[in-house]
């Protein structure tokens, strides 16, 4: 409903149901880090990101302390966007490598958004080895999902990192081929 309300433009109700259902929570739990990981969103979406750090850590705390696998590592991957953003590139690669470890107790989704933030990380900390390792990574993750949607993210990512390293032309021959699976 948090989530809704956000998206409806309501962000400031949004907000307040998130934090009163983390209040309502006596002892933490699998309700209050989906609402922590909410508001995580919701300060991302609102490029807020000292609040998603702020509100990312209890949630990663909360997860590691009652195995909550998933909610650890989508708050490791709002945790390395958030520092991404901030231009705390070593922090962001720490955070986005400790959801790739963690690949098979993550939902695919963070595990793809992760592997994209991993491979511009190392992009844009100049390590274009590890930047073409990980882009290898995701594109052997994206063809065992065996989706389309993740694919189309593998080209782009693949076209992100061609621009990187001046490639116009490769770059701009693979936005050319993307089209949008429905």
């Not at 695919?108 to 073409?132: F, H, K, N, R």
């Not at 052997?140 to 076209?159: I, W």
């Amino acid at each position: 409903v948090g989530l809704y309300l956000q998206t409806a433009g309501q962000t400031r109700q949004a907000i307040e149901l998130l934090e009163q259902t983390i209040e309502h929570e006596a002892v933490p739990n699998a309700i209050s880090i989906r609402a922590l990981l909410a508001l995580c969103h919701i300060y991302r979406q609102g490029t807020q990101f000292e609040k998603v750090i702020q509100t990312a850590e209890p949630a990663l705390r909360v997860g590691k302390k009652h195995q909550f696998r998933t909610g650890v590592t989508w708050a490791h991957y709002f945790l390395g966007c958030a520092h991404y953003e901030q231009n705390e590139l070593e922090a962001a690669r720490n955070n986005f490598l400790a959801v790739s470890e963690q690949r098979y107790f993550a939902q695919a989704q963070c595990v793809l958004d992760s592997l994209i933030g991993l491979g511009l990380t190392y992009q844009a900390q100049g390590s274009m080895l590890e930047a073409e390792e990980t882009m290898e990574d995701l594109t052997e993750y994206a063809l065992a999902a065996n989706n389309p949607g993740h694919t189309l993210a593998v080209r782009v990512l693949a076209a992100r990192l061609a621009l990187a390293r001046d490639e116009i032309p490769a770059a701009s021959q693979i936005y050319d081929g993307l089209t949008v699976p429905l």
